[in-house]
């Protein structure tokens, strides 16, 4: 399974009835749909939904055919010059993609990203980039 | 078994001496105990690297010509205090840039000139008839001025608190960024490494111990500010020369709607001099405690929750009511080691000796509040009764309300008095003219409340933050309890 980062703007979800009509979309790949989180930001509804790994891309290709924004993954970069490895930015990602390696240095997984940019703000250094 | 400085420091000539850092001394003493240990190891050395706020430099630039003597003058558009003579100043490290604000400040500004950077120095006078200069625009360089002494009123805390939030909204303090409903934690401090937890009777800490400090060497020159050695929470007044330091243990930090500060490197050789200092150097994560607290309260006061260990906050995550919290530093482990690393190499090579402390460090000082004269209001003191309409009833109502209480805002509750919503006039007007009749419709849902013991300097803040004028009052069951309005803090 994939954890997949998806926000349904504002404009595009009007009521339950658009909502079911999305889910509807995901579902109609006979998969089960496992939402993790669910939180309203500031341009629509962020969803966490894990899905297998063999329906990414057809998803990713019908969500977006409906307006649905997906995230990309792996949405930010680590600038090793700037960061001093003090880990204020751990505890804010959800996915454990900002981790400590066995020297306590930062390690950013690519792989686990979501690019939810919680992270974003947390750093002092301006070491963490939106790519 | 004792030893003296003398002694230790003719080995460190001899190249005979015998360091470690403080993480290696736990598992030397916990192998062949206390006597053997304190026979063995001559120095054990830590480190921290942290978010200092009390720290920053003089500097002196020299005169001009024809001179001047500066009333305000800005170093790369950060203001600097000078309150001294002409030419001295003083830069601290969470003063913001005119400019940039929050993205760059006084500890950025120390570390681009330990770099060798070009810093531009602004300045001006209301001149005298000995410094008749009035204004002046130049660049310098670390080399091209005189003296450049970093002097940290308050570094090096023994420990530090773990914090959360238990309030609704992300809060951006100097620990960090806090989600809402405890939704992680932030620590600081270097646990077994911390200088001041190695040495917590300040027995070879004090006015004149020589230590690492940003990179170069430097002193303790007294407590610090704030030094409360009696709650575990002693701090350091630190001074070294900025011209041998080095920017990897000197850098300046941005903290998100908080401010700036300056990440400071520094370490203390501790002589074990005796068995007592044998264990106390051997000190680990599992004995040092601090407390979590709540920053969701904002008070000086603010409540604990419960102590936690440094090597349960190593781990990832907490437990906190039940919950796992993830749970991350504020201050680098990474850089805390090399630092006793570096500081271990100077002295095994020769290059670093110790000396006796001219004077102790006091031990049973406290930490006092400051004194405030007038009466701090609360919440409480200046709500008034909120107008209360319950959710299923009708607009009409509602604009009845708001006509004969001359009230803005009508608080939506169930039967229960549990808040459910706010209605203003402006929502009664708009729906009016949109022609709608349900409440529904218009309610606001999310409201952003306030509560009985706030100061009212917070629920101002609150109000200015979210472009409101009013926020209901409610008690911890979300009941509603009153109101207050913008026109009560005036
Ligand atoms: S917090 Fe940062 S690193 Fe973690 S998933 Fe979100 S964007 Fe990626
Ligand atoms: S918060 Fe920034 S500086 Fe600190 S570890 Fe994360 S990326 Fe590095």
């Known amino acids: ?131 | 078994m004792t030893k003296t400085y003398n002694e230790i420091n003719q080995k460190i000539k001899s190249g005979e001496v015998v360091v470690v850092t403080a993480e290696e001394m736990i598992k030397i003493v916990e192998e062949d105990g206390i006597k053997v240990a304190a026979e063995d190891i001559d120095v054990v050395t830590t480190g921290t690297f942290g978010p200092m706020c009390s720290s920053g430099a003089f500097l002196n630039f020299g005169h001009s010509d024809p001179p001047i003597k500066f009333e305000h003058l800005w170093l790369n558009d950060v203001k600097a205090y000078h309150g001294n003579a002409a030419v001295d100043c003083y830069i601290g490290c969470t003063r913001m840039s005119d400019v940039r604000r929050f993205e760059y400040g006084g500890g950025h500004v120390i570390e681009d000139l330990v770099s060798g950077k070009s810093i531009r120095l602004r300045g001006n006078s209301y001149t005298t008839d000995c410094y008749p200069l009035a204004e002046i625009d130049t660049e310098f360089t670390l080399d091209e001025i005189n003296q450049a002494i970093l002097l940290n009123p308050r570094n090096a805390y023994q420990r530090y608190v773990c914090a959360v939030n238990s309030s609704d909204r992300s809060l951006y303090t100097y620990m960090g960024k806090l989600l809402p409903h405890y939704g992680n934690a932030h620590y600081a401090g270097a646990g077994c490494l911390s200088p001041l937890s190695n040495d917590p009777d300040y027995e070879t800490i004090g006015i004149g111990t020589k230590i690492f400090l940003g990179g170069g060497s430097g002193y303790i020159i007294g407590e610090g500010t704030q030094h409360s050695p009696t709650n575990q929470f002693g701090t350091l007044f630190v001074k070294g020369d900025l011209k041998q330091m080095n920017s990897e243990y000197l850098r300046g930090v941005s903290f998100e709607k908080y401010g700036t500060s300056l990440f400071v490197g520094l370490g203390i050789p501790i002589p074990i001099l005796n068995e007592g200092l044998a264990k106390k150097t051997a000190i680990s994560d599992s004995e040092l405690l601090t407390d979590i607290v709540d920053y969701g309260i904002p008070r000086r006061d603010r409540p604990k929750l419960r102590q936690i260990t440094y090597e349960e906050l190593r781990n990832e995550y907490i437990e906190l009511n039940g919950k796992k919290v993830k749970c991350s530093s504020m201050s680098s482990q990474y850089y805390a080691r090399k630092i006793a690393e570096t500081l271990k190499k100077w002295i095994q090579e020769g290059k670093f000796f110790l000396n006796q402390p001219a004077e102790t460090l006091p031990t049973d000082t406290i930490f006092k509040p400051m004194k405030q004269i007038l009466e701090i209001k609360f919440v409480k003191d200046l709500k008034r009764k909120a107008i209360i309409c319950y959710d299923d009833c009708e607009l009409k109502t509602i604009a009845k309300r708001i006509i004969n209480h001359n009230m803005n805002h009508i608080v939506i509750t169930d039967r229960e008095n549990t808040l459910k919503g706010i209605v203003t006039s402006f929502d009664i007007t708009k729906a009016i003219a949109e022609e709608k009749t349900d409440i529904k419709e218009i309610i606001t849902k999310k409201v952003i409340t306030t509560s009985d013991n706030d100061p009212i300097d917070v629920a101002a803040r609150r109000m200015k933050q979210n472009y409101i004028s009013a926020l209901p009052v409610i008690d911890e069951n979300k009941k509603v309890v009153g109101i207050i309005t913008s026109e009560e803090l005036i």
Do not use: H, Q, W
């Open chain 1, 1 to 131: 399974m994939t954890v997949m980062n998806i926000t349904l703007p504002f404009g595009v979800i009007k009521d339950i009835s658009d909502y079911s009509r999305f889910i509807n979309e995901i579902l109609k790949f006979d998969i089960t749909l496992n939402i993790l989180k669910f939180s309203t930001g500031t341009s629509g509804i962020n969803l966490l939904i894990d899905i297998p790994d063999d329906k990414i891309k057809s998803i990713t290709e019908s969500l977006k055919k409906n307006n649905i924004i997906v995230n990309k993954k792996g949405r930010i970069i680590i600038d090793t010059e700037k960061c001093i490895d003090c880990g204020a930015c751990i505890s804010l990602c959800p996915t454990d993609a900002l981790n400590f390696d066995s020297e306590k240095r930062l390690k950013f997984y690519y792989e686990r990203c979501i690019g939810c940019l919680l992270c974003l703000d947390s750093c002092p250094r301006y070491a963490i980039e939106e790519m």
